[in-house]
């Protein structure tokens, strides 16, 4: 375990590497551990979180799906979706929503597994034990393999950092104010206010 941090990371020998396939069959028998790989081939398991933590990812990914059942342009998704990300690496945000016509183009056999692509919005949620700078690095990732908006949201500073495509980073400090999906979801607000 890495001090400080609430994740392990194993490594493999080049040649011990997981395929996608190999990766998705072994999460399958692991259902209990959340984990991802990175585009190097580590594996990285992390622990569940706190009751806070995961309280807020619920209201948060609830909010997110009555605005898309509303909507339907869409689909949603929780913190135990995998994305096969077009960098090799396999990732799960807390929560991430994709256009109804992306979706509609994979194949049943790809729905049922990790979605091979990145979504077109993702939410990440900082537990007090996250490091700061690894999940900005992750947003990054997410970002660089086609996101087109994410939203990092850090509750124990009460901070919010908006990654767009070719932009920087956008930094707004207190959680009394609203957020906008912009076009990317048109019409859904996440009032911050409600989440503390």
């Known amino acids: 375990m890495i001090k400080g941090m609430e994740v392990f990371e194993v490594k493999f020998p080049e040649q011990l590497k997981m395929t996608d396939e190999e990766f998705f069959a072994f999460c399958q028998e692991n259902r209990h551990l959340r984990m991802e790989k990175t585009s190097h081939g580590e594996i990285l398991i992390m ?65 049922k597994k990790f979605p091979p692509l990145c979504p077109d919005f993702v939410i990440e949620l900082l537990s007090e034990s996250d490091p700061l700078k690894q999940t900005q690095n992750k947003m990054q990732e997410w970002m660089e393999n086609g996101c087109r908006l994410a939203w990092l949201l850090v509750p124990a500073h009460k901070q919010v950092f908006i990654y767009r495509p070719e932009r920087d980073t956008e930094e707004l400090n207190g959680f009394n104010q609203l957020l ?17």
């Open 47 to 111: 622990a569940p979180t706190g009751g806070e933590t995961g309280r807020t990812n619920f209201n948060i990914v609830t909010k997110l799906g009555i605005w898309n059942e509303h909507v339907q342009l869409g689909e949603a998704f929780d913190s135990s979706t995998g994305f096969v990300l077009p960098n090799g690496a396999t990732r799960s945000p807390d929560a991430a929503w994709l256009t109804q016509a992306r979706w509609d183009a994979l194949s049943n056999e790809e729905k």
């Open 180 to 196: 906008s999906g912009e076009d990317v979801l048109p019409g859904f607000v996440l009032d911050l206010k409600k989440l503390q």
